[in-house]
């Protein structure tokens, strides 16, 4: 195993495993900083760049714990127009939906995303285990309900597989989410409690020995891997990033 450096050490491959999410991701530190240009006078790079962090920590987050089941929440009638009531009400649906299957909390995403047509607002959301459509029904109470399981996909595949495609979707209504009426200061999407991805923070003085770590950790070669000095026109600091099955 190549050695990890001391945290003191002012440079060298600073990255995060989520063991749980296989994956691992992190760039290069120098001792002394670089002055880049900051992305702050760009409002437009400044949103996707927000939006990008949000899909990484919704992918992160369904991956560590398997969420391989999409459903969907509509409003009946002339909708919801209002996002503080919808997140009352969805918060609601999740007790209710505890309460219905009389177990302990569980982990699961949402997403708010608005209606093409002026409809207002529904929901989308993933979870991690089958519950039956009936219980949707019973605890959302204000409309329509529709949930499946992710599978068929290639051979080999597993509920970590599953839940990145769940992922895949849920990112993209969060990056939808980002326009004239989001409310400032909420979240682009909610995750229940207690169920975040675990880490692990590692460091090396070159990146061949800090996914040295990773693999070591993970047991085993990560199925993909990314580097910045691979990417055409990357402005930031030299990065990595690898996936594990």
């Not at 595949?157 to 495609?165: F, M, T, W």
């Not at 090396?204 to 026109?233: F, H, K, N, Q, Y």
Request: hydrophobic share 40%.
């Amino acid at each position: 195993m190549a050695p990890s450096l001391p945290a003191s050490s002012p440079a060298g491959w600073f990255v995060t495993l989520y063991p749980g999410a296989g994956e691992v991701g992190g760039s290069f530190r120098y001792s002394v900083p670089v002055q880049r240009s900051p992305g702050g006078g760009d409002p437009e790079r400044s949103r996707e760049e927000a939006a990008r962090r949000a899909g990484r920590k919704v992918r992160r987050y369904c991956a560590h714990n398997r969420l391989n089941r999409l459903g969907t929440l509509t409003y009946r009638g002339q909708g919801c127009h209002d996002p503080i009531q919808l997140r009352r009400d969805v918060a609601q649906f999740f007790r209710s939906l505890r309460q219905l299957l009389g177990e302990d909390p569980f982990p699961y995403v949402w997403v708010p995303e608005w209606h093409k047509t002026d409809h207002g607002l529904h929901v989308h959301f993933a979870a991690g285990r089958f519950i039956p459509r009936r219980l949707i029904e019973q605890a959302w109470g204000h409309g329509f309900v529709h949930i499946k399981l992710l599978g068929q996909l290639a051979a080999g595949a597993g509920p970590r597989d599953e839940a990145r495609v769940a992922a895949r979707y849920l990112s993209k209504y969060v990056r939808k989410s980002i326009d004239e009426r989001r409310i400032a200061n909420r979240h682009r999407y909610e995750v229940a409690q207690g169920f975040q991805p675990t880490t692990v923070p590692l460091h090396a003085r070159t990146v061949d020995d800090v996914l040295a770590l990773a693999i070591a950790a993970m047991g085993g070669e990560p199925t993909d891997v990314w580097l910045s000095d691979e990417a055409i026109g990357w402005e930031g600091p030299p990065s990595v990033w690898a996936m594990w099955p």
